[in-house]
């Protein structure tokens, strides 16, 4: 049989494991973090960009500032230079736009604000600015909605109202042309 001290010092023991267990559990959801904002925006700051189709590279450009939602699905890019569009690994486009949207799910992009593209290895030199164009990825459909100027090293632009540009059946549907077309 045990003496009275023992059982006073076990109920005392059991007591204090008791008493520390609680404060452990009480203590245990203080410092936790919360989890991330689902709406919170990634801001990135200057930097590069760049995207490969399988080895070979595709397009690449810097930027000033991209804004992204949590997951990055959708980017608003703002000050696009020395952007690069590649064909067979070589540098086919150079562009610079003041601001794009692309979702990075479906691979469609809006630009507005100044655009100006131009082609580096086609004879004559061509170029284009506009303020607004729309990729459709599915579509494969190039849409400028806006005033379209196209320069050729021939002299005088041409100014088209609109175009839709259908990459897959290479059909071009221009609308309110003015210029000479060389």
């Known amino acids: 049989m045990m003496s009275r001290r023992w059982k006073g010092v076990l109920w005392a023991a059991a007591a204090a494991f008791i008493a520390y267990v609680a404060v452990g ?3 245990a959801g203080q410092n936790e973090l919360r989890p991330p904002n689902a709406n919170a925006q990634i801001v990135f700051k ?13 397009w690449s450009a810097d930027y000033d500032r991209i804004v ?11 000050g696009v230079h020395n952007g690069i569009v ?4 070589r540098p086919y486009i150079r562009l610079r736009a003041a601001h ?13 604000g100044s655009l100006h593209a131009e082609t580096t290895a086609a004879q ?13 990825d599915a579509r494969q459909e190039l849409t400028l909605d806006k005033r379209v100027v196209i320069h050729t090293a021939g002299g005088e632009p041409l ?7 259908d990459v897959k059946t ?3 549907d221009v609308h309110g042309l003015r210029g000479p077309i060389r």
């Open 25 to 27: 559990i009480y203590r």
């Open 46 to 58: 200057g930097g590069a960009i760049s995207g490969r189709r399988i080895t070979t590279r595709s």
């Open 68 to 78: 992204s939602n949590a997951d990055q699905t959708l980017l608003n890019v703002d």
């Open 86 to 89: 590649y064909k067979k690994g």
């Open 100 to 112: 794009m949207a692309v979702n990075t799910i479906t691979h469609d992009f809006t630009v507005s």
């Open 124 to 136: 004559p030199a061509r170029s284009f600015d506009t303020t607004s164009a729309m990729w459709n």
């Open 159 to 165: 100014t088209i109202a609109s175009a839709v540009f």
């Open 170 to 172: 290479g059909l071009l």
